[in-house]
């Protein structure tokens, strides 16, 4: 049984940071891709980040939208996926999940076909 679950959601002034966790567990294939989404009320959801990774390394994309602020990291040994968050602003306020998905090949191509979420955390960045 696929499971991932967020944390390190939380309240934030402009500016700030915050780290996302993603425990993962179940997801067993050689080569995957995990991602972070984001929506915001009244708003489609998001691609923000996606890293591949497999038993030999890992490749990261960091959407532009907050390219220069948030990067994306992993730990196979906690089988956890990261997303830092830094320089942080009110228009970042969303709920963000964690996903994954199977893939072929060493990329994970784009931010569609993503079949295991989270349940999401809420980031909220206010003065």
């Known amino acids: 049984q696929v499971r991932l679950e967020e944390s390190g959601g939380g309240s934030v002034q402009p500016g700030g940071s915050l780290r996302l966790s993603c425990a993962h567990s179940?997801?067993?294939?050689?080569?995957?891709?995990m991602g972070w989404f984001r929506q915001a009320p009244g708003k489609e959801r998001e691609g923000v980040a996606h890293?591949?990774?497999?038993?030999?390394?890992?490749?990261?994309y960091i959407a532009d939208s907050v390219k220069g602020r948030f990067t994306i990291s992993q730990d196979n040994a906690q089988a956890t996926v990261y997303l830092q968050m830094n320089s942080l602003k009110p228009e970042d306020t969303a709920v963000y999940y964690c996903?994954?998905?199977?893939?072929?090949?060493?990329?994970?191509?784009?931010?569609?076909?993503?079949?295991?979420w989270g349940q999401g955390t809420q980031v909220t960045v206010s003065s």
């Open positions: 996903a994954a998905k199977a893939v072929l090949g060493p990329w994970c191509g784009s931010f569609r076909d993503f079949t295991y």
């Open positions: 179940g997801l067993d294939f050689s080569m995957k891709c």
């Open positions: 890293i591949y990774v497999s038993g030999s390394g890992s490749s990261a």
